[in-house]
């Protein structure tokens, strides 16, 4: 790795992240049935049908996975809390091993000198919520405030950031318009409906957490550069509604509280009733912003009904997911979040990384050299005046790429879901090397 740790401003941070449903195991320790497990359930959704049942079994082999962490000289690690683990219905019962579950990691990373990053939500929504309409019914923003306040209330003291909800174009445009993760549908009312309720659940769970004297709230959003396909003007319109929906929406809605007009031209027919008048609430004030990067897009004219686009591929060198690797993209999102959104409020970079068709024998040279471009880019960002404030690899371990089940890698620990046997990567330690330098 071509970093040392004084490249970065003093007191960057360096994390590795996960999630709930891909690592933990979800058939362990009482959780209830998330709307994964029946998405993954129905053919053709996922891969050989895997699911999270087992996962890493993180939920037993935790301590080895906070070890492993430690040894590698990490200073923060961002996981995810799942709902349906802490009340089995999504509301109502608590079950009182997912509190307990929570509580052990933080202590076990806080005696490890691991700073506890939590996202609220990371997409494993409980199946009794799914049945009432999961993000498209507007009382999940107070469903799950609810959830924030009990899990919170056990472990918001000794956390030292939080956050509602990951990713919100894959919550709602991803798996309500796309059809292409949990609850798979393709239908542009339910898309409305989510894309902004996932604001208003962000926005409520704020407020939760502040009343409950949390300090250090943030919001965490992906992001992709969208180049027009071909020269023509209809190719840079499109690229331009592909940015609108995929950038644009969120950070306009939590940033401005407006939503860009191109996407409200094919949206607000179907948006829920009275959503102008939700904005006090999404621009609920935070203490960070979290961007997810990883690639760009190519997007052209599609002949068919809005947004009337489609991915074209584009020609650089690719990830096992058949992304292109594009590390001046995070450079550019990082420079214009600055400018156009938010200022001088702290950026974390919460998810960089790639998948690579890894054996436990063979070096990952391929992502030590996307780590070492994207971080280089990162510090070109912070030379430019960028707040950036830390950056956090995903994965920590292979686990449960969703709907590409098992076989993508992402992690810098390679895991053999045979055994479940962890093996740390060429990537971890030459991490672990550049950290320790
Ligand atoms: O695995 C996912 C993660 O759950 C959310 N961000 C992108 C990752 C890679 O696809």
Redesign the pocket.
Same mark, same amino acid.
Request: hydrophobic fraction near 25%; charged fraction near 25%; charge should be negative.
């Given at each position: 790795m071509n970093f040392v740790r004084s490249d970065f401003p003093p007191g960057f941070l360096f994390a590795a992240a996960t999630?709930s449903y891909?690592i933990e195991g979800h058939g362990s320790g009482g959780a209830g049935p998330t709307h994964w497990d029946s998405f993954a359930a129905t053919p053709g959704n996922v891969v050989r049908a895997e699911n999270g049942q087992r996962a890493c079994d993180h939920y037993h082999r935790w301590e080895e996975d906070l070890d492993l962490m430690q040894a590698m000289g990490l200073d923060a690690y961002r996981f995810s809390t799942s709902w349906a683990r802490v009340l089995p219905e999504g509301r109502g019962a608590i079950n009182p091993q997912g509190l307990d579950f929570y509580d052990r990691l933080v202590d076990g990373l806080l005696a490890r000198n691991l700073k506890p990053m939590v996202t609220l939500y990371?997409w494993e929504l409980p199946a009794a919520l799914a049945d009432l309409g999961g993000w498209r019914n507007p009382d999940v923003a107070h469903w799950m405030a609810d959830f924030a306040t009990i899990i919170m209330t056990r472990i918001g003291d000794r956390v030292f950031s939080a956050a509602p909800i +990951? $990713?919100p174009w894959c919550v709602a445009w991803l798996s309500h318009f796309m059809g292409q993760q949990a609850p798979g549908l393709r239908d542009i009312r339910a898309t409305a409906h989510a894309m902004h309720h996932v604001l208003t659940a962000h926005g409520r769970c704020i407020q939760a957490m502040r009343a409950l004297g949390m300090k250090n709230l943030g919001a965490v959003c992906?992001f992709e550069l969208a180049h027009p396909a071909d020269p023509s003007p209809d190719a840079a319109v499109k690229a331009r509604l592909y940015d609108g929906i995929y950038n644009r929406f969120f950070v306009g809605g939590l940033f401005k509280g407006t939503y860009p007009e191109e996407v409200m031209e094919g949206l607000s027919p179907h948006m829920p009733k009275g959503w102008e008048n939700d904005f006090d609430l999404i621009r609920s004030p935070i203490d960070w912003f979290g961007i +997810?990067y990883?690639t760009c897009k190519r997007i052209a004219p599609a002949p068919e009904a809005w947004p009337g686009f489609s991915e074209v591929e584009g020609p650089l060198p690719k990830t096992q997911m058949g992304w292109e690797i594009y590390p001046d993209g995070l450079e550019q999102i990082l420079t214009w979040l600055q400018r156009d959104y938010t200022g001088a409020l702290p950026l974390y970079v919460t $998810?960089s990384g790639m998948a690579n068709a890894d054996t436990p024998q063979r070096p990952d040279t391929a992502r030590i050299d996307y780590l070492d471009a994207h971080l280089a880019a990162a510090r070109r960002a912070v030379a430019q005046g960028v707040p950036l404030k830390g950056y956090t690899f995903?994965s920590l371990m292979d686990n449960y $790429?969703?709907a590409l089940g098992y076989e993508k890698r992402?992690g810098l620990v390679h895991v053999d879901f045979e055994t479940l046997t962890r093996t740390p990567k060429a990537s971890y330690h030459a991490l672990r090397e550049a950290l320790a330098r």
């Open positions: 999630s891909q990371h +990951n $990713e992906n +997810n990883y $998810e995903w $790429e969703w992402f």
